[in-house]
């Protein structure tokens, strides 16, 4: 349930590292409630209630097991990459539900989506969310410099979209903070960013007049909310949808990059200066981040 939201000021966090688990669930509670040593110490403990259940089942001299253990964490990677039951665990702590969109429960959000507040969606290594935010919806991509706003209509068409070209979505229900705490906010993870919605607009509007885009390219780079192929978002409400799909799937053709490939994703993150959380999982290897291991119906 979306409640007031820091007097409709967007806190947004740009792209650090391989950290978009951490920008992703930030922006989900909208404050700089979580640091990437904050959800290393969730993969953990998730790492070790699974050795133990292991061992519990009596396979603890099995070679499955050898092999699970000297794998290292299944959670974290040494780059920072978190699993999908990291980002869970971590909402869990604010009485958050995360659920994929393909569960039953999930089924009338596939009809109306505008009835949620938060989507996360992921691809390969990259997390991020689409959040309500008094009223209204933005996308809070890491790899964009500000929020972009969608328009109720463009919603449902982009979350289609994104769908088809395999991204995995997730809903996040619950009772989400009204408010980010000033104690939080004090201790700021130096990601983030307060902006008013006047201010968003102005800055990716002003990516936008200099052709340089607010997002890296990579996998996320999966069309603009204010502009597909040249369409303004204005004109879009006088488009029949099936026209929309049509425009925003041509318009991510353009962008994206195949599933198993991924180079494009790759080259963004090589330009990204190392992160303090190197040495935070820097016992580990990277972890298994599956939709259909995520998420519970």
Avoid at 64 to 91: P, R, T, Y
Avoid at 233 to 259: H, Q, R
Wanted: with cysteine; net charge negative.
């Amino acid at each position: 349930m979306e409640g007031p939201s820091n007097g409709g000021m967007l806190y947004h966090e740009v792209q650090e590292s391989k950290l978009c688990a951490v920008h992703c669930v930030n922006t989900v509670l909208q404050g700089p409630f979580f640091s990437e040593f904050d959800l290393a110490a969730v993969a953990s403990d998730l790492d070790r209630k699974e050795r133990q259940m292991m061992l519990e089942g009596g396979g603890g001299a099995s070679g499955e097991f050898l092999q699970f253990d000297a794998e290292g964490s299944h959670n974290v990677s040494m780059g920072g990459d978190f699993s999908i039951q990291v980002l869970e665990k971590a909402l869990e702590v604010w009485d958050l539900q995360v659920i994929p969109l393909d569960c039953p429960a999930a089924e009338p959000a596939k009809y109306d989506p505008q009835s949620e507040d938060a989507f996360i969606c992921h691809l390969q290594d990259h997390w991020f969310c689409i959040r309500k935010v008094d009223g209204e919806w933005y996308n809070f991509d890491s790899l964009y410099a500000a929020p972009e706003h969608l328009s109720k209509f463009y919603l449902s068409a982009y979350l289609d979209t994104l769908k088809g070209f395999g991204w995995s979505i997730f809903i996040v229900r619950g009772n989400f903070p009204r408010e980010c705490p000033t104690s939080f906010s004090e201790t700021s993870n130096g990601f983030g960013q307060w902006l008013s919605p006047e201010d968003a607009q102005r800055i990716t509007k002003s990516c936008n007049a200099t052709q340089a885009s607010p997002r890296r390219d990579g996998p996320a780079t999966l069309g603009n909310a204010t502009e597909v192929g040249g369409i303004e978002a204005e004109a879009l409400s006088e488009m029949e949808e099936k026209e929309l799909n049509e425009a925003i799937a041509a318009s991510l053709m353009d962008s994206y990059t195949p599933a198993g490939n991924g180079a494009g994703n790759e080259v963004a993150r090589e330009e990204e200066k190392p992160s303090e959380s190197r040495a935070v999982a820097s016992q580990a290897n990277d972890p298994e981040i599956s939709a259909e291991d995520s998420g519970k119906c």
